[in-house]
T-cell receptor, first 115, second 114 residues
Framework: GAGVSQSPRYKVAKRGQDVALRCDPI?????LFWYQQALGQGPEFLTY????????KSGLPSDRFFAERPEGSVSTLKIQRTQQEDSAVYLC?????????????FGSGTQLSVL | AQSVTQLDSQVPVFEEAPVELRCNYS??????LFWYVQYPNQGLQLLLK??????LVKGINGFEAEFNKSQTSFHLRKPSVHISDTAEYFC????????????FGQGTRLTINP
């Protein structure tokens, strides 16, 4: 596709609900990242995939957060039993290769509001 | 571990005036440096990056940044801003060796007044 696509654009969840956020990276991009951006803050790293392999999940805040990329393209970030502190914009980014210093292409994000 | 500090959360300037957005970083290893811009309702876009070579880096839309190793800074500048430059600007670092992930600052909101 032309860019990184994320869906839904907005998601409202009641506390305790499970949510799934989708990311379609640019076709052929090997690396995929998830970031969490709280209101008024910079993005914070959650997890990293190289193709289908999840190589770094050090930023996931709790075991309620789970991400997958089973075929090395589309990725899903799942949050179980959502809490109010999970309210944030979730950003997905991809890059063509795996070298540090490469340009990341970001999606517009999914804004999650937990009531 | 790395950290990034953007010293100003908001910077208001008049159109056609110069602007400088400040960024300082801390790291125990060598890093690459980036500036990303986030326009309203859009994803972050890369403005420029410093990997090696000349410490003065030129990016898109007339922006430039200078890497100062001794001061651990990477300030962003533009000699004359336009209304369309209104956006949130993020400074970021990544390790030269190892993890590709970015560590971002908290952002600076640039507001251009006519």
């Amino acid at each position: 596709g032309a860019g990184v696509s994320q869906s839904p654009r907005y998601k409202v969840a009641k506390r305790g609900q499970d949510v799934a956020l989708r990311c379609d990276p640019i076709s052929g991009h090997v690396s995929l990242f998830w970031y969490q951006q709280a209101l008024g803050q910079g993005p914070e790293f959650l997890t990293y995939f190289q193709n289908e392999a999840q190589l770094d999940k050090s930023g996931l805040p709790s075991d309620r957060f789970f991400a997958e990329r089973p075929e090395g393209s589309v990725s899903t970030l799942k949050i179980q039993r959502t809490q109010q502190e999970d309210s944030a914009v979730y950003l997905c980014a991809s890059s063509l290769g795996v070298r540090t210093g490469e340009k990341l292409f970001f999606g517009s994000g999914t804004q999650l509001s937990v009531l | 571990a790395q950290s990034v500090t953007q010293l100003d959360s908001q910077v208001p300037v008049f159109e056609e005036a110069p602007v400088e957005l400040r960024c300082n970083y801390s790291s125990s290893v060598s890093v690459y440096l980036f500036w990303y811009v986030q326009y309203p309702n859009q994803g972050l876009q890369l403005l420029l990056k410093y990997l090696s070579g000349s410490t003065l880096v030129k990016g898109i839309n007339g922006f430039e940044a200078e890497f100062n190793k001794s001061q651990t800074s990477f300030h962003l500048r533009k000699p004359s801003v336009h209304i369309s430059d209104t956006a949130e600007y993020f400074c970021a670092v990544s390790e030269r060796q190892g993890a590709q992930k970015l560590v971002f600052g908290q952002g600076t909101r640039l507001t251009i007044n006519p």
